[in-house]
Structures are given as C-alpha cells and as structure tokens.
C-alpha cells in the first residue's frame, strides 16, 4: 500500500527562480496538507484541502507562494520567485478525515529537502 | 492560544532509562492530543494520541499522561533504546467534524546513548 509520494525528494536552485513541489495523497483521504519544517520554526501548517478545495491558507507565508489540489490525487506547492529564507524540507501529509469515532492520524510523505542558494 | 509548548528542546537519555517529554497548550478546545515521531530523512508518523477522557493511555514501552486542570500532558518513553533516537513531536486538535488542523508543538531532538 503506497504512502504519501512526494518529489523531488531534492532540489537546489538559484534565487529567483520557480519551484513546484509535488504530492500524491493516499488514494481515498479527503484531506491533504502542506507543511514547511525548519530547525528555527519547527513544522508550519502552509495550507490544508478538503476535496480538493483549499480550507485554511493562513499560514501560506507570502504570495510568493501557491498551492493548488486540481484532483484528488495530486498537489502542487508553487514558489515564485524563490527566495534563500524558502530554505527548509516540505512536507505533504493526507488523512481520510474523522470517521464517527475517532481522528484520523495524518499520513507524512518524506518531504522535499528545497535548498534556494 | 493556538499554540502548543513543547519541553524540552533536545534530550539525552541512557539506554534503559525513562524519556520524558512535555508539553502545554492553552486553548481548551483542544481535545485531542496525538505525538508523532520522526526519523531522519523521513517524515513524522503517529506513535501515540489520547482524548481527555483518560489521564493515562500505555501503549507498549510508551505512555501518555493527561493533565486536563493544568492543561499539560506528556510522553513517557520507557526501558528507552537507541532506536527510540528521533524527534518527537506533540500536537493538538478538537474532534468537530471537518476540522483536520493539527497545532504542533515545536519538537524534542532524542538522543538514547548506550
């Protein structure tokens, strides 16, 4: 059973210049979220969907940055321009959200390691 | 009042003996409280989560304590070992239907030496 699939697992590029980061939720979960995690801010909620619409976006950092859900098996994270401070791993997790009983735990990929230089 | 303290930023612990970990939060609409744990290159994955109905839930060598009055709880690792070494992370979220958000604490970096 697959898990959450992120890519690049890696990328390096130069200020300035665009980043699409990429999920795929668990096939069936209702939710999908971005976080962003740095050894300074410890791991940010960016945004979060439900059905493919965006729910919360409150913690998206600047306009800089975008996301978007065009499915219910795919994701993007988009920075542009990227900047040094976007330096951090990013990562996407899904749940299938609440059933009746009890929360769902949330389900991480291994995130994206982003490097702007 | 959304956040989630978390104590202490970085722990050292011999093998064999008891990590513990802890954390704070304010908002008393929180009524979930799960800990995830994350290894290196790898992202955070559930350990362990109570509702404030019980003070206590045990799950093999690790136990959540619940303090709903002074609205703390913690993560007891016991007989820790070095492949316990990772980040432990404590969250917090309510249980209304549709609302998925959790607040997470601000991670604990776990060192077992042997």
């Known amino acids: 059973d697959a898990g959450v699939i992120q890519s690049p697992r890696h990328e390096v590029t130069e200020m300035g210049q665009e980043v699409t980061l990429r999920c795929k939720p668990i096939s069936g979960h209702d939710y999908l979220f971005w976080y962003r995690q740095t050894m300074m801010r410890g791991l940010e909620l960016l945004i979060y969907f439900n059905n493919n619409v965006p729910i919360d976006d409150s913690g998206m950092p600047e306009d800089r940055f975008s996301a978007k859900m065009p499915n219910a098996s795919f994701s993007t994270l988009k920075i542009q321009p990227s900047e040094p401070r976007d330096s951090a791993v990013y990562f996407c997790?899904?749940?299938?959200?609440?059933?009746?009983?009890?929360?769902?735990?949330?389900?991480f990929g291994d995130g994206t390691r982003l490097s702007i230089l | 009042q959304q956040q989630v303290k978390q104590s202490p930023q970085s722990l050292i612990v011999q093998k064999g003996g008891i990590s513990i970990i802890n954390c704070a939060y304010e908002?008393?609409?929180?009524?979930?409280f799960p800990w995830y744990q994350q290894f290196p290159g790898k992202g955070p994955a559930l350990l362990i989560a109570i509702r404030p109905d019980v003070s206590e839930k045990k799950e093999g060598r690790f136990t959540i304590s619940f303090n709903k009055s002074a609205k703390q709880f913690s993560l007891h690792i016991m007989d820790s070992q070095p492949g316990d070494s990772a980040t432990y992370f404590c969250?917090?979220?309510?249980?209304?239907?549709?609302?998925?958000?959790?607040?997470f604490g601000t991670g604990t970096r776990l060192t077992i030496i042997p």
């Open positions: 997790a899904s749940t299938p959200g609440q059933s009746l009983v009890s929360n769902q735990p949330q389900h």
């Open positions: 969250a917090a979220s309510t249980s209304n239907f549709g609302n998925e958000k959790l607040t």
């Open positions: 908002n008393t609409a929180f009524d979930y």
